[in-house]
């Protein structure tokens, strides 16, 4: 991985006034993979990031590489496929950055779900990825993975397998590839409106360098907003009414020695039955997430609430209720 040369911010910012194939707004993993992506097939690429390269999502995740399992329910079988396929892919090529990790959802004799359906899930899973990892744990060998794990009416559990990444370090590894085959990015520039030309069409952007205030116009061919949750900001611009609709979801992290776990236990929530995961994850074990609307304003650092916080507490409290989780046992949120 190549380490960018003293000075090279400065360098790019003299660049920005030349005419570019293709601007990327966005420098979380969407936007470093298509910077890639065009670079590797000789378009000259600009990639502007308004903070820190994955600062957005690609920092904020439940660090998880998945084929999205839950959506064989919703019947997306193109997406769980591909989603799958890219997995194996990522598995295969990034070892280290994107890595197996085992998942067992817990059985209990008191839930009330389609035991057929999930076999039948985990199976369809398994032929999309052409590797066969699902199985049935007993109780005693899932409690062996989660040593506080409830044992009353523990029945086993679904075991199969999805994967685990470091996510800023993987936005990263990219982006320096993306670098290597050509392509400019610069962080602590934020696109502030699409320059259009007579026809209407936009062709480039009105930037602003945040560490000086200097403002440039950028030409280019395309422009691709990969801004994620922030994607209306920059949409607005031209006209489109607001397509996205912001969600939150919150984890907590807590010692592993306060919550030992080996891969990602899964139970469902008391309080509606939404699957909550526990992962061991660099040393500590995490736990998540929720998933509500989030009505704050985008531009401030979102932040867990409270009530979502209590709601993790009171899962984890159901299906370990030896593991004293006070505010004090909470490492980050």
């Given at each position: 991985?190549?380490?960018?040369?003293?000075?090279?911010?400065?360098?790019?910012?003299?660049?920005?006034?030349?005419?570019?194939?293709?601007?990327?707004?966005?420098?979380?993993?969407?936007?470093?993979?298509?910077?890639?992506?065009?670079?590797?097939?000789g378009?000259?690429?600009?990639?502007?990031?308004?903070?820190?390269?994955?600062?957005?999502?690609?920092?904020?995740?439940?660090?998880?590489?998945?084929?999205?399992?839950?959506?064989?329910?919703?019947?997306?079988?193109?997406?769980?496929?591909?989603?799958?396929?890219?997995?194996?892919?990522?598995?295969?090529?990034?070892?280290?950055?994107?890595?197996?990790?085992?998942?067992?959802?817990?059985?209990?004799?008191?839930?009330?779900?389609?035991?057929?359906?999930?076999?039948?899930?985990?199976?369809?899973?398994?032929?999309?990825?052409?590797?066969?990892?699902?199985?049935?744990?007993?109780?005693?060998?899932?409690?062996?993975?989660?040593?506080?794990?409830?044992?009353?009416?523990?029945?086993?559990?679904?075991?199969?397998?999805?994967?685990?990444?470091?996510?800023?370090?993987?936005?990263?590894?990219?982006?320096?590839?993306?670098?290597?085959?050509?392509?400019?990015?610069?962080?602590?520039?934020?696109?502030?409106?699409?320059?259009?030309?007579?026809?209407?069409?936009?062709?480039?952007?009105?930037?602003?360098?945040?560490?000086?205030?200097?403002?440039?116009?950028?030409?280019?061919?395309?422009?691709?907003?990969?801004?994620?949750?922030?994607?209306?900001?920059?949409?607005?611009?031209?006209?489109?009414?607001?397509?996205?609709?912001?969600l939150?979801?919150?984890?907590?992290?807590v010692?592993?020695?306060?919550?030992p776990?080996?891969?990602?236990?899964?139970?469902?929530?008391?309080?509606?039955?939404?699957?909550?995961?526990?992962?061991?994850?660099?040393?500590?074990?995490?736990?998540?997430?929720?998933?509500?609307?989030h009505?704050?304003?985008?531009?401030?650092?979102p932040?867990?609430?409270?009530?979502?916080?209590?709601?993790?507490r009171?899962?984890?409290?159901?299906?370990?209720?030896?593991?004293?989780?006070?505010?004090?046992?909470?490492?980050?949120?």
């Amino acid at each position: 991985m190549s380490v960018l040369p003293t000075g090279w911010r400065e360098r790019a910012l003299k660049e920005l006034p030349q005419r570019w194939d293709i601007i990327v707004v966005g420098g979380g993993i969407s936007g470093a993979g298509i910077a890639r992506e065009a670079a590797r097939v000789g378009q000259r690429v600009l990639l502007l990031e308004r903070a820190d390269f994955a600062s957005g999502s690609s920092s904020k995740s439940s660090k998880m590489v998945h084929g999205g399992l839950r959506y064989l329910a919703e019947k997306e079988l193109e997406l769980v496929r591909t989603s799958v396929r890219e997995r194996q892919r990522l598995l295969r090529e990034v070892p280290g950055l994107v890595d197996t990790l085992p998942f067992a959802f817990t059985d209990y004799s008191f839930q009330e779900f389609s035991r057929r359906m999930f076999r039948w899930g985990l199976r369809a899973y398994d032929l999309m990825a052409r590797a066969r990892s699902s199985r049935y744990l007993q109780a005693d060998q899932t409690r062996a993975l989660a040593p506080r794990l409830l044992a009353e009416g523990l029945k086993g559990s679904f075991a199969y397998n999805d994967a685990g990444t470091d996510d800023a370090r993987l936005v990263m590894r990219v982006l320096f590839e993306a670098i290597e085959d050509g392509a400019w990015a610069l962080n602590y520039v934020c696109a502030e409106s699409p320059l259009k030309g007579d026809d209407g069409q936009v062709h480039g952007l009105r930037v602003r360098d945040t560490q000086s205030g200097e403002h440039h116009d950028i030409q280019a061919k395309l422009v691709i907003n990969a801004t994620g949750a922030w994607s209306d900001g920059l949409r607005k611009g031209v006209g489109v009414d607001p397509q996205m609709r912001p969600l939150r979801g919150t984890h907590i992290t807590v010692p592993r020695t306060l919550l030992p776990v080996e891969g990602c236990i899964t139970f469902m929530h008391p309080q509606d039955s939404r699957p909550v995961f526990v992962r061991e994850w660099e040393g500590a074990t995490v736990i998540g997430t929720t998933d509500v609307d989030h009505g704050n304003d985008l531009a401030l650092e979102p932040h867990a609430t409270p009530q979502e916080v209590d709601y993790l507490r009171s899962g984890v409290a159901m299906f370990f209720p030896h593991v004293p989780l006070d505010d004090e046992s909470i490492c980050s949120t």
